[in-house]
């Protein structure tokens, strides 16, 4: 069971990546105890103290970089907490080769670590050098005192815009107090063959002429080679282990002085133990007759690729690798020729597709164990953790210009399979770009899917240079002419002896393909992209219009960079098309005011777009976007794009952008106490209530007609009325006359006399009520027999409630359509006048043109002729 090799975490940096690999998933033992002691003591600051660059000086593989990877992890552990520490090693990755990347990765850490907001980190690489002392100056300040502690491992790399490698022009002379630098390089070039030793580089050469203070880095001693032997031992202690035969063989092998052969010898040695069975011994005869880490390298990959495909004893350790051994080259192939490296499902995708093998599960554990051994993990994408290992595969496997042009083709073809995404903008144009495939690198970008993706703040500056980079004039040289005289002289030649090598022609077509890089017409090629897109996805005018906007944004921005002088655009010729009446038809203008300031102004319906990629924090320049400080430069691509597409974009405002228009002015109105607007509204509403309480009256009337048997009297219950009889009425007694005793008899015999009256009055009203209540009983059952009826008229009217509402929401849809066609029938009318105003053929300017090429003509002969 193989044991995965500890490179497998994965960082989001590369140079935290580049770091690890020497420093956490690897053993160091500085050869002498005071480099870390004259790191601190360079690095540490005094009030105003000034220094200059501490210089790390040593051969390749000496060591540099480990010891400013462990220095640096050191120093992070006891540092002040308001010291900013600066990390950056140039060749761990491509993008870290540029001084463009190195200059804005520092200044923008700067800018994050010392809350320098009212400085803005610039985007050329002219603009970062010359801001880069400001900046220092500025971080300076911020801390009394300040301490600012910047490391560059390999400055001698470092590759800046029209300099050559390892320029030191972009380091300030005098650095600001309490600034320390701390840098590291060669000191002779290259040795090329059959000589003993290179020039001075000139980095060293620069770095002396300032007397920059310079700490060389030693070959390893025995005892330091000891050490670090017992260190790597001890990482591994399941999978290695020395024998101290074993160990002394390697501490005095001469070779194992240079600490990068040391280190290629232990890991090759614990690898090839994992994958075969051959014996630590056999693998020390094999790795010690190599002189250098680069013959090393070579010997263990052959040992990793024959072991992989075989049953893994020492017989199959042999010379002829064989048709599977090529997998590992094809997969270190793929890894050496991406940007930024590659994951495992996409270096097992190319590898399907170049060879059409699918490993074994035992295989892919152990060609990915190899490769882990070699490689950096940054994002869960695999690069080479040294710069030799690099230097290994392609002498190995590549070794030609034309097979570099085929990898970048496979790699293409591969990228160009994945949908629009960040991971395709990244890759496919970087591999189009270096195969020399300059058409499909203009199509990458002008196709209208990636360009949405482009037009953003994180591939927006890539997607310039590119442009730039397309749309570029440049003259050839009396050289190149030459040659591509006596190229087409040779091929002429061979047309007339009938005599040609196809395979030769085509080697050298590919070759000159290659270098030749031609000019693009912006303008042009995102016409023609627009009308490929509009064909095939049929989009909204308001999506074609919002589309032409970004396409102008991103045309103006071009040409405020300065960009159309390199591509040596001529004047406009097109006949210029009024801000009044752009305004009027809601596209966007550039505006001069009195004092010559310029200024893109966008209509309120199309602030989004004015505002899409806007950063400031405080609120922008309402009605329109401002563009601060634009130099004065031509802006021919804009112009000329913004008076082909101007119908369209007029065009996505015919419709719905024109009615929220309408409504925001209208609010506008209301808010101001304008009310003509809020009238307007108003009666529109009321005609559509109206019309909708016409349709709800029908509906009502005709539920009147089927109960128009009933009326409201019917409905009503009868009224219960009795009238009770007066009390009988009685003579008075004459007391005079009567006795007292014929008194109380008539007393009582009126008092029974009423009591009959009142039973009497009570039967009838009995009665009365008996007889009512016959009658209500009756009106009761009559009620019943009409509910019943109106529940059966009910449920036959109910079934077309849901087909009356959906009339009712037809007719309102219907008549928006109809007020929203009305609308843009009005729309278009105008449209089609302003078109006829600035009409896109015009005689009078064709005529000229006509006259102009004639002229032209005519001079050309007669120079023909005084020349010849």
């Given at each position: 069971i193989l044991k995965m090799p500890t490179s497998t975490q994965s960082f989001e940096d590369e140079h935290e990546a580049f770091a690890a690999t020497r420093v956490s998933q690897y053993v160091y033992v500085p050869t002498k105890d005071s480099f870390f002691g004259t790191l601190d003591s360079h690095a540490d600051t005094l009030e105003g103290d000034v220094k200059p660059p501490l210089v790390l000086l040593g051969n390749e593989g000496s060591g540099k970089s480990a010891l400013m990877a462990n220095w640096v992890s050191r120093r992070r552990e006891h540092k002040h907490r308001d010291e900013f520490l600066f990390q950056h090693f140039v060749g761990c990755s491509t993008q870290s080769l540029p001084l463009l990347h190195t200059l804005f990765r520092l200044e923008s850490a700067l800018k994050n670590f010392f809350q320098l907001r009212e400085m803005k980190v610039p985007d050329t690489e002219v603009e970062l050098r010359w801001s880069l002392n400001r900046f220092l100056e500025a971080a300076s300040k911020?801390?009394?005192?300040?301490?600012?502690?910047?490391?560059?491992?390999?400055?001698?790399?470092?590759?800046?815009?029209?300099?050559?490698?390892?320029?030191?022009?972009?380091?300030?002379?005098?650095?600001?107090?309490?600034?320390?630098?701390?840098?590291?390089?060669?000191?002779?070039?290259?040795?090329?063959?059959?000589?003993?030793?290179g020039m001075p580089h000139r980095t060293f050469v620069e770095l002396q002429r300032r007397q920059c203070p310079m700490l060389r880095i030693d070959p390893l001693?025995?005892?330091?080679?000891?050490?670090?032997?017992?260190?790597?031992?001890?990482?591994?202690?399941?999978?290695?282990?020395?024998?101290?035969?074993?160990?002394?063989?390697?501490?005095?092998?001469?070779?194992?002085?240079?600490?990068?052969?040391?280190?290629?010898?232990?890991?090759?040695?614990?690898?090839?133990?994992?994958?075969?069975?051959?014996?630590?011994?056999?693998?020390?005869?094999?790795?010690?007759?190599?002189?250098?880490?680069?013959?090393?390298?070579?010997?263990?990959?052959?040992?990793?690729?024959?072991?992989?495909?075989?049953?893994?004893?020492?017989?199959?350790?042999?010379?002829?690798?064989?048709?599977?051994?090529?997998?590992?080259?094809?997969?270190?192939?793929?890894?050496?020729?991406?940007?930024?490296?590659?994951?495992?499902?996409?270096?097992?995708?190319?590898?399907?597709?170049?060879?059409?093998?699918?490993?074994?599960?035992?295989?892919?554990?152990?060609?990915?164990?190899?490769?882990?051994?070699?490689?950096?993990?940054?994002?869960?994408?695999?690069?080479?953790?040294?710069?030799i290992y690099r230097e290994v595969i392609y002498k190995k496997y590549i070794n030609s210009k034309q097979s570099l042009t085929r990898w970048h083709n496979v790699l293409a073809r591969f990228f160009d399979q994945l949908p629009p995404c960040d991971r395709k903008l990244v890759a496919l144009p970087y591999h189009l770009e270096m195969a020399g495939s300059w058409n499909k690198v203009k199509n990458c970008l002008t196709d209208i899917d990636m360009f949405q993706l482009w037009w953003t703040p994180k591939f927006k500056s890539d997607f310039i240079k590119f442009w730039a980079s397309l749309t570029r004039v440049t003259m050839p040289s009396t050289e190149e002419k030459e040659t591509s005289q006596v190229a087409q002289k040779s091929k002429k030649d061979k047309k007339n002896s009938h005599k040609v090598d196809n395979s030769d022609s085509d080697i050298h077509h590919a070759s000159n393909g290659s270098t030749s890089k031609p000019s693009f017409d912006i303008v042009e090629e995102y016409v023609k992209s627009l009308d490929e897109y509009r064909n095939i996805k049929h989009p909204s005018d308001e999506a074609v219009a919002g589309i032409i906007l970004e396409i102008g944004d991103f045309l103006l921005e071009f040409a405020t960079l300065g960009h159309e002088k390199d591509a040596d655009v001529p004047a406009l010729i097109h006949?210029?098309?009024?801000?009044?009446?752009?305004?009027s038809i809601g596209v966007p203008y550039v505006d001069i005011d009195e004092e010559g300031r310029s200024s893109l102004v966008y209509p309120e319906i199309l602030h989004i777009y004015s505002n899409k990629y806007k950063t400031d924090d405080g609120p922008g320049t309402e009605g329109g976007k401002a563009i601060d400080d634009?130099?004065?430069?031509?802006?021919?691509?804009?112009?000329?794009?913004?008076?082909?597409?101007?119908?369209?974009?007029?065009?996505?405002?015919?419709?719905?952008?024109?009615?929220?228009?309408?409504?925001?002015?209208?609010?506008?109105?209301?808010?101001?106490?304008?009310?003509?607007?809020?009238?307007?509204?108003?009666?529109?509403?009321?005609?559509?209530?109206?019309?909708?309480?016409?349709?709800?009256?029908?509906?009502?009337?005709?539920?009147?007609?089927?109960?128009?048997?009933?009326?409201?009297?019917?409905?009503?219950?009868?009224?219960?009325?009795?009238?009770?009889?007066?009390?009988?009425?009685?003579?008075?007694?004459?007391?005079?006359?009567?006795?007292?005793?014929?008194?109380?008899?008539?007393?009582?015999?009126?008092?029974?006399?009423?009591?009959?009256?009142?039973?009497?009055?009570?039967?009838?009203?009995?009665?009365?009520?008996?007889?009512?209540?016959?009658?209500?009983?009756?009106?009761?059952?009559?009620?019943?027999?009409?509910?019943?009826?109106?529940?059966?008229?009910?449920?036959?009217?109910?079934?077309?409630?849901?087909?009356?509402?959906?009339?009712?929401?037809?007719?309102?849809?219907?008549?928006?359509?109809?007020?929203?066609?009305?609308?843009?029938?009005?729309?278009?009318?105008?449209?089609?006048?302003?078109?006829?105003?600035?009409?896109?053929?015009?005689?009078?300017?064709?005529?000229?043109?006509?006259?102009?090429?004639?002229?032209?003509?005519?001079?050309?002969?007669?120079?023909?002729?005084?020349?010849?």
């Open positions: 911020k801390h009394f005192p300040a301490r600012i502690v910047i490391v560059i491992d390999g400055i001698n790399r470092l590759k800046g815009e029209g300099a050559p490698e390892g320029a030191l022009h972009w380091l300030p002379t005098e650095l600001p107090p309490c600034v320390r630098f701390i840098v590291s390089t060669v000191e002779f070039e290259r040795s090329s063959k059959g000589k003993k030793e001693g025995a005892h330091t080679r000891t050490s670090v032997i017992s260190a790597f031992s001890s990482l591994y202690p399941d999978s290695f282990e020395l024998t101290e035969a074993q160990q002394f063989r390697v501490m005095t092998a001469p070779s194992c002085a240079q600490p990068m052969y040391l280190r290629t010898l232990l890991q090759g040695l614990r690898l090839a133990s994992l994958l075969t069975a051959a014996p630590i011994d056999k693998l020390l005869d094999k790795f010690l007759a190599c002189n250098t880490a680069h013959d090393l390298i070579d010997k263990n990959l052959n040992i990793c690729c024959q072991s992989t495909f075989s049953d893994g004893d020492d017989d199959s350790i042999q010379s002829d690798e064989g048709l599977l051994s090529d997998i590992m080259g094809k997969i270190l192939s793929v890894v050496y020729m991406s940007r930024s490296g590659l994951t495992e499902a996409e270096i097992w995708g190319l590898i399907r597709m170049v060879s059409k093998f699918e490993p074994s599960e035992d295989q892919a554990r152990k060609l990915m164990s190899i490769l882990k051994d070699f490689t950096m993990v940054v994002g869960n994408m695999h690069s080479f953790s040294h710069e006949p210029k098309v009024l801000p009044e009446d752009l305004k634009v130099p004065e430069c031509t802006t021919y691509f804009f112009n000329r794009w913004m008076w082909i597409q101007f119908p369209y974009i007029a065009l996505g405002n015919c419709d719905a952008r024109y009615t929220h228009g309408v409504n925001q002015k209208l609010q506008v109105d209301m808010n101001d106490g304008n009310m003509r607007g809020k009238k307007l509204n108003d009666d529109g509403m009321d005609n559509g209530a109206s019309g909708l309480r016409r349709s709800k009256s029908q509906v009502s009337g005709g539920s009147g007609e089927m109960s128009k048997s009933w009326s409201n009297k019917d409905m009503k219950l009868p009224k219960i009325n009795f009238n009770r009889k007066a009390a009988r009425s009685i003579s008075r007694v004459n007391k005079d006359t009567d006795d007292e005793l014929n008194v109380m008899n008539n007393k009582v015999q009126q008092r029974l006399m009423a009591l009959q009256d009142s039973i009497a009055n009570y039967r009838e009203e009995y009665d009365f009520v008996v007889q009512m209540k016959s009658i209500v009983s009756k009106r009761l059952q009559d009620l019943k027999d009409a509910l019943i009826d109106l529940q059966r008229t009910s449920e036959s009217c109910s079934q077309y409630d849901g087909e009356l509402e959906l009339a009712i929401k037809r007719e309102a849809e219907g008549a928006q359509k109809y007020d929203s066609v009305k609308t843009l029938h009005k729309n278009l009318i105008h449209l089609v006048t302003m078109a006829e105003r600035h009409p896109a053929n015009v005689p009078a300017l064709i005529t000229e043109l006509q006259l102009k090429v004639d002229q032209d003509t005519f001079l050309l002969a007669e120079i023909k002729k005084r020349l010849w």
